[in-house]
């Protein structure tokens, strides 16, 4: 047997010390991708929610404007067309608020894929130290 076959204690240390040195640098290449992934789906969901919010206001100002219209006129004329516009904003707000905010929830902007990355390599590096 040469001294290739059977690698030296020292060659082994260094080598396990390289190999955990790169598997720190890759998953930290992983969380930082993760994270910014994360960051973009929250600015996304603050987009929404802001869309939600101008669209209920907007909402709110049609709707004010139809009831003054619609008990000035007390028929069925433009205050309850413009009822209807201002019902139509508003759900349109409403599903912006909530598909915003449901982009930006804990679960959705946790590092899932480095959580499992880790786990798999701590099984690897459990194996390997057996």
Not at 35 to 49: N, P
Not at 64 to 73: E, G, M, P
Request: glycine content about 8%; charged content about 15%; some cysteine.
């Amino acid at each position: 047997m040469s001294t290739q076959d059977n690698p030296s204690l020292g060659t082994l240390v260094s080598d396990l010390a390289h190999q955990v040195s790169t598997l720190v640098q890759t998953e930290a290449r992983l969380l930082r991708a993760e994270i910014s992934e994360s960051v973009t789906k929250a600015e996304a969901g603050a987009i929404e929610v802001l869309g939600g919010a101008i669209c209920l206001l907007a909402a709110l100002l049609v709707l004010l404007q139809a009831l003054v219209i619609a008990l000035a006129r007390l028929g069925l004329g433009a205050g309850w067309s413009a009822l209807l516009v201002g019902v139509v904003v508003a759900v349109l707000g409403v599903v912006l608020l909530r598909t915003g905010m449901a982009s930006m929830a804990p679960s959705e902007l946790a590092p899932d894929r480095t959580q499992e990355q880790l786990k798999r390599d701590a099984n690897v590096i459990k194996e390997q130290a057996r």
